[in-house]
């Protein structure tokens, strides 16, 4: 079946230090890829997409490039701040399958120090 | 635009107790979807519905989770009887339109003792 593996974590880094997280998947059809992030004390919100191959998703600084050569996509961030303390779920969505449903990886715990 | 709601956000009970969890999603939205969420694991889909049928209920354990969603609005998770491995975030999300696009509660967390 679908399956999505990140870097394990913690991650932890200055303030304005360059991120990358990485994401790998495995999928039978052709999915739509997805970075979510949780704040402490906050649901899952979506910080960026890409649903084609070479597609580059972007927002609030942060950049995933679908690869499917790799079948990665991985986060980065230039200049990581505090405020980008959370944690970062890759997640895809086969759009050969009926349900259309969100296959989560485990998720990389980010730490930014001031 | 309100987001999703859920309630309780905490639940502590014993094991072979019963309990139910509650999500009204955001206005509009056809399809509801519930989340378990292991502490460091990510979110694994439990059941969607759109509107008030169930389109992929395929990892519920169905011999004690049991879900509904009436009028194709709110929904309700329910765990009977409770087991200690039930331990985890429950999360209900909803999506409207783009596909994919899910908004996603702030999570039930429920200790089973």
């Known amino acids: 079946g679908d399956s999505v593996t990140q870097m394990e974590g913690p991650v932890t880094l200055s303030e304005e230090a360059f991120l990358t997280i990485n994401c790998t998947y495995t999928a039978t059809g052709y999915p739509s890829l997805f970075w979510y992030v949780q704040y402490p004390g906050e649901g899952l919100q979506l910080l960026l997409k890409?649903?084609?191959?070479?597609d580059k998703g972007s927002n609030k600084g942060f950049e995933a490039t679908y690869r499917k050569e790799t079948t990665s996509f991985h986060l980065e961030k230039g200049s990581v701040q505090v405020s980008d303390s959370a944690v970062y779920f890759c997640a895809l969505s086969d759009t050969g399958q009926g349900a259309q449903k969100l296959v989560f990886g485990q998720g990389t715990r980010l730490t930014i120090n001031p | 635009e309100a987001g999703v709601a859920q309630s309780p956000r905490y639940k502590i009970i014993e094991k072979r107790q019963s309990v139910a969890f509650w999500c009204n999603p955001i206005s509009g939205h056809a399809t509801l979807y519930w989340y378990q969420q292991i502490l460091g694991q990510g979110p694994k889909l439990l059941i969607q519905f759109q509107n008030n049928g169930v389109v992929d209920d395929s990892q519920l354990p169905k011999d004690r989770f049991s879900a509904e969603r009436l009028k194709g609005v709110d929904s309700t998770l329910k765990i009977q009887p409770a087991k200690l491995e039930d331990s985890a975030v429950y999360l209900c999300?909803?999506?409207?339109?783009?596909?994919?696009?899910?908004?996603f509660g702030p999570g039930t967390r429920l200790t089973v003792t």
């Open positions: 890409a649903t084609k191959a070479d």
């Open positions: 999300a909803s999506s409207f339109g783009l596909p994919h696009e899910q908004y």
